[in-house]
């Protein structure tokens, strides 16, 4: 059982930056795709950025050139940096970890919020 702990959720205000972490119980990064998904009240849970076992990057048109994905193995973070917030990017941020190799291996953190607002 994976476990994945998030935080470097904060209030912000908006044009302001924050960068959220996600370290894993386990250096999982060589066999899993680790993305960071958003959820606002009443809303779907999107999918914000990813990165996966490879190394290959791929992000949400609403965050391209503002959010940026990366990790560090000896760390066993994830992290996501945020830049040009916007009270629209106001929701609880959850990291999540799918086995590439065997999808039913999917797992959850337990979220952290962002709040942008003046």
């Known amino acids: 059982q994976v476990q994945l702990v998030e935080s470097g959720g904060e209030l912000v205000q908006p044009g302001g930056s924050l960068r959220l972490s996600c370290i894993a119980s386990?250096?999982?990064?060589?066999?899993?795709?680790v993305g960071w998904y958003r959820q606002a009240p009443g809303k779907q849970r999107d999918l914000v950025a990813i990165?996966?076992?490879?190394?290959?990057?791929n992000y949400a048109d609403f965050v391209k050139g503002r959010f940026s994905i990366s990790r560090d193995h000896a760390k066993k973070t994830v992290y996501l940096q945020m830049n040009s917030l916007q009270p629209e990017d106001t929701a609880v941020y959850y990291c999540?970890?799918?086995?590439?190799?065997?999808?039913?291996?999917?797992?959850w953190g337990q979220g952290t919020q962002v709040t942008v607002s003046s």
């Open positions: 999540n970890a799918v086995d590439q190799w065997n999808p039913n291996r999917n797992f």
């Open positions: 990165v996966t076992a490879g190394g290959s990057t």
């Open positions: 386990e250096n999982i990064f060589n066999m899993y795709s």
